[in-house]
């Protein structure tokens, strides 16, 4: 088993910052990589930005120069700093990880998705 719950969304203004967590739990055995998609109403699911275990990052170019996805490693978390929120980032904003995880004495490959969080901005 393996969760990730996912929190920080909310309603701001534009110009306004919002900070993103989602954090991984289960029976672990290595995060390969965890990203941010969002997805508008009727609009394709789309990769806002990710990062893998080695600290290597991509960000859509939408969001180029204002987000920042980190991690903490220790913590099984990824962080998603929104900076200079446009109306256009209006979305529910997913979090993925790409987990090998443990159970029934057999390692596994997979990806995991959060709830989701709702990030409104308005203008």
């Known amino acids: 088993q393996v969760q990730l719950v996912e929190s920080g969304g909310g309603l701001v203004q534009a110009g306004g910052s919002l900070r993103l967590s989602c954090a991984a739990s289960g029976r672990i055995f290595s995060i390969h990589a965890m990203g941010w998609y969002r997805q508008a109403p009727g609009k394709q699911r789309e990769l806002v930005a990710s990062?893998?275990?080695?600290?290597?990052?991509n960000y859509a170019d939408s969001v180029k120069g204002r987000f920042t996805i980190s991690r903490d490693n220790a913590k099984n978390t990824v962080y998603l700093q929104m900076n200079g929120l446009k109306p256009e980032d209006t979305a529910e904003y997913y979090c993925?990880?790409?987990?090998?995880?443990?159970?029934?004495?057999?390692?596994?490959?997979?990806?995991?998705w959060g709830q989701g969080t709702q990030v409104t901005v308005s203008s």
């Open positions: 990062i893998t275990s080695g600290g290597s990052t």
């Open positions: 993925h990880a790409d987990v090998t995880y443990y159970s029934g004495g057999s390692y596994y490959r997979d990806g995991y």
